[in-house]
């Protein structure tokens, strides 16, 4: 129960910076969202700000198989104890080949 309204400034930014939207990268919690082949700027903020004191969530919706099969691997948000969480909604038909052991922060 709360006593005391609270509330938090929330910034929307896009991959590509301009002097209009820095406030949203100097916050300490990331929510990276990206469908498809989106995903490939938000790779390089993945390497930026993994295992930095920010926190950084990945939400990922794909239909492509082989895309997640392919981009999985690169997907790294800090470890399984950095808090960051990567969320994958894959919306394809075949089943996904991961002959691998997801760390699990990835869902």
Known sequence: EMSVPSHRPMFVTQAYLSPFNSHAMDSTNLIA?????????????????????????????????????????????????SGCVVLIYYTGKRPLLVDYDLTSNVR
Do not use: H, N
């Open 33 to 81: 969202m990206a469908s498809g082949i989106g995903i490939t700027p938000i790779l390089s903020l993945i390497k930026q700000y993994a295992r930095t004191e920010r926190t950084l969530d990945l939400i990922w919706m794909c239909r492509q198989a082989e895309l997640i099969e392919f981009m999985l691997p690169s997907l790294d948000v800090g470890g399984e104890d």
